[in-house]
């Protein structure tokens, strides 16, 4: 039984949780990329306190998830896998960073 509860994935549990499936690796990109993306974006946000960092890790990683998950049946010939992971990822993230920038405004220098 603890080498069932160990196998468990964070992937495994986002599926269960949401019913929306992505692969393993589109996990991985989507968190790694949403958490250098917040770093960075939290320069260009204005000051929303302590939850600027998280509330912009939660916004972009959202934004690249809903990217590959709606784009991921989608097949560019010219691509291999993990390139197009990246370019759906990019592609939400970039979304949802001009979303979160157009609520909270650019911070005033």
Request: with cysteine.
């Amino acid at each position: 039984m603890l080498e069932t509860l160990l196998n468990i994935s964070i992937a495994d549990m986002i599926n269960s949780l949401t019913h929306i499936s992505i692969s393993d690796d589109a996990l991985a990109v989507c968190l790694v990329f949403s958490g250098v993306g917040a770093a960075i974006l939290a320069k260009f946000t204005g000051k929303i306190g302590e939850i600027t960092i998280p509330l912009g890790f939660a916004v972009l990683f959202i934004g690249s998830f809903l990217a590959n998950w709606l784009l991921g049946g989608i097949n560019i010939p010219v691509m291999v896998r993990q390139q197009e992971l990246l370019v759906y990822t990019i592609l939400g993230m970039s979304f949802s960073s001009f979303t979160l920038l157009w609520f909270t405004g650019p911070e005033k220098t």
